[in-house]
C-alpha cells in the first residue's frame, strides 16, 4: 500500500513515516503545503534509515498530490488544521482511501494540558464530518508520544486504539498498526467513542510531566 503522512514534516508525522519505512514494506508518501519542505523532509529521513540499513521507499509531495497517490492518507497536523486540510483535498479522495486523524484538541494552563474538543465532540468525528460522502475516518495513534515514535533507538511495547464506523477500513489500520515493532491496535468501537479515546492524551502528558522517570508515558492494556 501506499501511506501519506500529511503535515509529515511534523513530529507525529516524523515519527509514523520512520516507524513505518523501517519496519513495513509499504511506501511512504510525505505531504507538505510546501512540496520542497516534503522533500527536504524525505532526505533526513532517509539518511537516518540508511544509517541504519535500511533502504525505504519514501517520497515527497504537496499535501494533495501525496493523498491523491495514496490508499491510506494519515493526518499528521495540528488539530485545528486537521478539518481545512480535509477540504483541501477532498477532490482527490474517495470510497478506496482510508483517512487517518491522530489529532487531539487541547489546551494547557499552569496545572497541565485539559482536553478541548470541537464542538461535534471530537476531533475525529470533525474530520469524519468535513470528509466526502462515503470516505472511511479512522482515528489511531492519539496516545503515542511523538517524540518515542521518532527516536528509532527506543523499543515498544505499547497500544493505541482504533476508533471508526466501517469495519473493513478499521481492520486495514489494524493490521498496518500491528506490522511496527511493539505497537498493538486495539478496536474501541465507532467514532462515537472518538472522545474517549482522544481524552486519554492529555493524560498521558500530564502523567509524564509530573512524573520525572516517566518521559514520554504510552498506554498499554492489560
Request: cysteine-free; charged content about 25%; hydrophobic content about 40%.
Amino acid at each position: 500500500m501506499r501511506i501519506a503522512l500529511l503535515g509529515g514534516t511534523g513530529d507525529i508525522g516524523e515519527g509514523l513515516a520512520l516507524r513505518f519505512a523501517r519496519d513495513t514494506d509499504h511506501e511512504i508518501l510525505i505531504g507538505s503545503r510546501d512540496p520542497e519542505k516534503a522533500r527536504d523532509a524525505v532526505e533526513s529521513y532517509e539518511a537516518e534509515l540508511d544509517d541504519r540499513g535500511h533502504e525505504p521507499t519514501i517520497k515527497g509531495f504537496g499535501n494533495e498530490m501525496a493523498a491523491d497517490r495514496a490508499d491510506i492518507v494519515v493526518l499528521s497536523v495540528p488539530p485545528y488544521y486537521a478539518g481545512d486540510t480535509v477540504e483541501a483535498i477532498e477532490d482527490v479522495l474517495d470510497e478506496e482511501t482510508i483517512l487517518v486523524t491522530p489529532a487531539v484538541g487541547m489546551n494547557g494552563d499552569e496545572d497541565g494540558m485539559h482536553y478541548h474538543p470541537p464542538g461535534v465532540g471530537s476531533v475525529s468525528e470533525l474530520v469524519a464530518q468535513r470528509a466526502p460522502d462515503g470516505v472511511p475516518v479512522v482515528g489511531a495513534y492519539h496516545n503515542l508520544a511523538a517524540g518515542k515514535l521518532a527516536d528509532l533507538d527506543v523499543e515498544f511495547d505499547l497500544d493505541t486504539l482504533i476508533v471508526g464506523d466501517d469495519s473493513d477500513a478499521n481492520e486495514t489500520i489494524r493490521t498496518l498498526t500491528n506490522e511496527i515493532d511493539g505497537l498493538r491496535a486495539l478496536e474501541a468501537g465507532p467514532l462515537a467513542n472518538a472522545a474517549e479515546v482522544e481524552s486519554v492524551t492529555p493524560l498521558v502528558i500530564n502523567i509524564a510531566t509530573y512524573n520525572d522517570e516517566m518521559h514520554d508515558v504510552g498506554v498499554k492494556w492489560i
